[in-house]
């Protein structure tokens, strides 16, 4: 398979999962929860440990970490730097995609408002 394909591909699960663990109704508890303890944390590692769960960047590049664990895929050279160039590809194209998908979810809720408001008018 084309490699700029696999990493299209494998930057889907990463964003998902990097969004749904910091955004989603789902992990809301646990999503309140880390930000508290990013914030009143009395240790720098506590602060920096729960700051990871309330930032899809953050997070996406553990994500990617495991992901690239699971499916050992390395773009443009063998080995390691192969590894290092695929996980800030992967981590980069993952926040692309969330970032679109960010921009729509304030499209719709944009539109929903304005449909409200005509049928209320109605």
Do not use: Q
Request: glycine share 2%; aromatic share 18%; hydrophobic share 50%.
């Amino acid at each position: 398979m084309n490699p700029i394909l696999e990493l299209f591909m494998l930057a889907i699960p990463v964003a998902c999962v990097s969004w749904t663990v910091t955004h989603e109704e789902l992990f809301r508890e646990f999503h309140e929860y880390s930000v508290d303890r990013s914030e009143d944390s009395k240790t720098l590692f506590g602060r920096k440990f729960f700051y990871l769960f309330t930032c899809e960047y953050c997070f996406s590049h553990y994500v990617t970490i495991a992901l690239l664990i699971i499916a050992p895929y390395t773009l443009v050279f063998a080995g390691w730097r192969g590894y290092l160039i695929a996980f800030f590809s992967i981590v980069f194209i993952a926040n692309a995609y969330m970032s679109l998908f960010a921009k729509i979810r304030i499209d719709i809720k944009r539109e929903r408002k304005t449909i409200e408001k005509i049928e209320k008018s109605l």
